[in-house]
């Protein structure tokens, strides 16, 4: 079964501070997507950060970055300077094929 | 700006009245999601049109139906809401080409209340 989860529901960090995040999935496919979704209290679901499994290279934007471990089957989410802004749930999902799954989420709450 | 939408934002519903929610995307993706997201859980998807092939997952109740007449618009029509049908609907899109392949892009949602 192909799986995704998220072992932390809830986390908070300091403003400035640099927090992480955990996933990781099961799968026996070998191409495949992983993303990070954010959804603020009450707001849009959107993207922060896809990573292509055949691409070795850690993705990053800005201040968000990921550590992919392949062989782990680990997709962590470092975010850098933390801000008020990104108080929000964060999703962890996987694709693969025509199958789509979403870990349960981590609610990150920044405190100024 | 390129986007998918939502209508209505809100829509209240009588326990057994059917309901229709809709959604359009001027992104032209081949592809179209509906999931149903109860608080604070994750998106649970309920079926995805590749064009016009229509994909059900094995769980989603036969009282969820869906309509995605052309490219642009896809409706979710529930047949008989129960109370256990309130929650917020998202809709979502994406393309199996380009750099951002699979990526997938939200609607605001409808939060749907069952009376």
């Known amino acids: 079964a192909q799986t995704v989860t998220q072992s932390q529901p809830e986390m908070s960090v300091q403003e400035a501070e640099t927090v992480t995040l955990s996933c990781t999935y099961d799968?026996?496919?070998?191409?495949?997507?992983l993303f990070w979704y954010k959804q603020p209290p009450s707001r849009q679901m959107i993207l922060v950060i896809r990573?292509?499994?055949?691409?070795?290279q850690n993705a990053t934007e800005n201040r968000f970055s990921v550590n992919f471990q392949k062989a782990a089957k680990s997709f962590s989410l470092k975010i850098s300077d933390s801000q008020l802004g990104d108080t929000a749930m964060y999703f962890c999902?996987?694709?693969?094929?025509?199958?789509?799954?979403f870990g349960t989420g981590t609610s990150l709450t920044v405190i100024p | 700006d390129a986007m998918v939408i939502q209508n209505p934002r809100y829509q209240v519903t009588q326990f057994g009245k059917p309901v229709t929610l809709s959604c359009s995307q001027t992104?032209?993706?081949?592809?179209m999601y509906w999931y149903q997201q109860k608080s604070s859980q994750a998106p649970k998807l309920l079926f995805h049109y590749y064009d016009k092939d229509f994909n059900n997952e094995a769980d989603t109740p036969d009282n969820f139906q869906s309509r995605r007449p052309n490219t642009s618009f896809c409706f979710l029509d529930i047949r008989s809401p129960g109370l256990g049908d309130a929650a917020m609907y998202l809709c979502?899109?994406?393309?199996?080409?380009?750099?951002?392949?699979?990526?997938?892009?939200f609607g605001p949602g409808t939060r749907l209340l069952v009376l």
């Open positions: 979502a899109t994406s393309s199996r080409q380009g750099a951002y392949r699979e990526t997938q892009y």
């Open positions: 990573q292509e499994a055949y691409k070795q």
């Open positions: 999902a996987f694709i693969t094929g025509n199958q789509f799954y």
């Open positions: 799968t026996s496919e070998n191409n495949y997507y």
């Open positions: 992104l032209n993706h081949n592809v």
